[in-house]
């Protein structure tokens, strides 16, 4: 049976709180910079990686960014979403 939030109750998923938790703990990642390539490649490893999930929640704060870039090669360097404005103003 396929799960599905109520829209007048709002209530989530198991999968869905797991996840929320995830995003919300990555997110506060000291050094993590948001919408960089690591912070979401860190939260798409970590939600497939039981094991690795957990050993990031057992670390101390001061670890989990070491941990993220031991585990994942990715850039901490903010991404720049592409703008589809005109460069000129005629």
């Not at 994942?72 to 903010?78: D, F, H, M, P, Q």
């Not at 720049?80 to 460069?87: D, I, K, N, T, V």
Request: glycine share 4%; net charge negative.
């Amino acid at each position: 049976m396929e799960y599905r939030p109520s829209a007048v109750t709002n209530e989530r998923s198991p999968i869905e709180e797991r996840m929320a938790v995830l995003v919300i703990r990555v997110g506060e990642v000291n050094g993590l910079v948001l919408k960089s390539p690591l912070y979401w490649e860190s939260i798409e490893f970590l939600a497939k990686d039981e094991v690795s999930r957990g050993i990031f929640y057992a670390l101390p704060d001061q670890c989990k960014l070491h941990y993220l870039k031991r585990k994942i090669k990715a850039s901490n360097t903010e991404e720049r979403e592409l703008s589809y404005e005109p460069l000129y103003d005629y």
